[in-house]
Antibody
Framework: EVQLVESGGGLVQPGGSLRLSCAAS????????MNWVRQAPGKGLEWLAN????????YYVDSVKGRFTISRDNAKNSLYLQMNSLRAEDTAVYYC???????????WGQGTLVTVSS | EIVLTQSPATLSLSPGERATLSCRAS??????LAWYQQKPGQAPRLLIY???NRATGIPARFSGSGSGTDFTLTISSLEPEDFAVYYC?????????FGQGTKVDIK
């Protein structure tokens, strides 16, 4: 059974940093494109970033480019999202997600809540 | 960035009725479009990929059609568990983008 478990969310002040982690199991992690997707409270889904199987390619949405960095450690079956210069509008549930079929999410974590507030 | 616009925002229907949801892209995405279902407090679930292919385990009452800029998700006969929010998503270009969602609620 595929499991994606996020951690690292919490309350952070504007301008602060946070690092999210995602532990993957039940899949061949090193063969998977992985993603971060977020959902602000009561709002829709926003795709943030993804990373190729070996980490050689990374793509970001403009709203986080230069502030967020996606990375992975295939030896640890783990995905990360380093978030810097956080803003109130970054408040959301952050999902770790695996994509298949060329770019659709087939497995999602349970999400971790990030709240940016003073 | 490819913008996906879903309509209507809310669809109020009764169980057993047919639901037709629309997703329009700001430029052609060929058939590289998916549909997801999300229920309150849950992560989304992939229903349809590449416009018309049902994902594993998805009931046959869900079907997708379209190409280019206009796409449709059809639920042939609504079951009680189908009342949820539905999102479309494209994989044609970077960044990947989602539509804003259509809520299907009980009339």
């Amino acid at each position: 059974e595929v499991q994606l478990v996020e951690s690292g969310g919490g309350l952070v002040q504007p301008g602060g940093s946070l690092r999210l982690s995602c532990a993957a199991s039940g899949l061949t992690f090193s063969s998977c494109w992985m993603n971060w997707v977020r959902q602000a409270p009561g709002k829709g889904l926003e795709w943030l970033a993804n990373i190729k199987t070996d980490g050689s390619e990374k793509y970001y949405v403009d709203s986080v480019k230069g502030r967020f960095t996606i990375s992975r450690d295939n030896a640890k079956n783990s995905l990360y999202l380093q978030m810097n210069s956080l803003r109130a509008e970054d408040t959301a549930v952050y999902y770790c997600a695996r994509s298949d079929y060329g770019g659709y999410v087939t497995y999602w974590g349970q999400g971790t809540l990030v709240t940016v507030s003073s | 960035e490819i913008v996906l616009t879903q309509s209507p925002a809310t669809l109020s229907l009764s169980p057993g009725e047919r639901a037709t949801l629309s997703c329009r892209a700001s430029q052609s995405v060929s058939t590289y479009l998916a549909w997801y279902q999300q229920k309150p407090g849950q992560a989304p679930r992939l229903l349809i990929y590449d416009a018309s292919n049902r994902a594993t385990g998805i009931p046959a009452r869900f079907s997708g059609s379209g190409s280019g800029t206009d796409f449709t998700l059809t639920i042939s006969s609504l079951e009680p568990e189908d009342f949820a929010v539905y999102y479309c998503q494209q994989r044609f270009g970077w960044p990947r983008t989602f539509g804003q969602g259509t809520k299907v609620d009980i009339k």
